[in-house]
């Protein structure tokens, strides 16, 4: 069945970085899309990047050249690299399964992780 776990989130400074991993099993990257998405303190779950089964990437404005998804078939793995990161990027992350059509609108995607907490504070 589908499975999908995040880890790598943690407390970092602000300007520091962090590399998100997440492990999927029960289907194959290069046939579905998968995104990276995070919610804030009251605020709606918001889309930051997705990669769809071509290797093609997809990006929100707020990580453009901030953020990079990529993914290692081998390992069933998906990861997010984020780099110079603020408080306003404090949020848990999650990744989550969609069609090979979804992008950056949480309501598309079929199945989600646990979530991993990302906090930057000084």
């Known amino acids: 069945q589908v499975q999908l776990v995040e880890s790598g989130g943690g407390l970092v400074q602000p300007g520091g970085s962090l590399r998100l991993s997440c492990v999927v099993s029960g289907f194959s990257l290069n046939e579905y899309t998968i995104g990276w998405f995070r919610q804030g303190p009251g605020q709606d779950r918001e889309g930051i990047a997705c990669i769809k089964k071509s290797g093609v990437r997809f990006y929100a404005n707020s990580v453009k050249g901030l953020f990079t998804i990529s993914r290692d078939n081998a390992k069933n793995t998906v990861y997010l690299e984020m780099k110079n990161l603020n408080p306003s990027d404090t949020a848990v992350y999650y990744c989550?399964?969609?069609?090979?059509?979804?992008?950056?609108?949480?309501?598309?995607?079929?199945?989600w992780g646990q979530g991993t907490q990302v906090t930057v504070s000084s």
């Open positions: 989550a399964l969609g069609s090979p059509w979804d992008g950056l609108l949480a309501y598309e995607y079929d199945s």
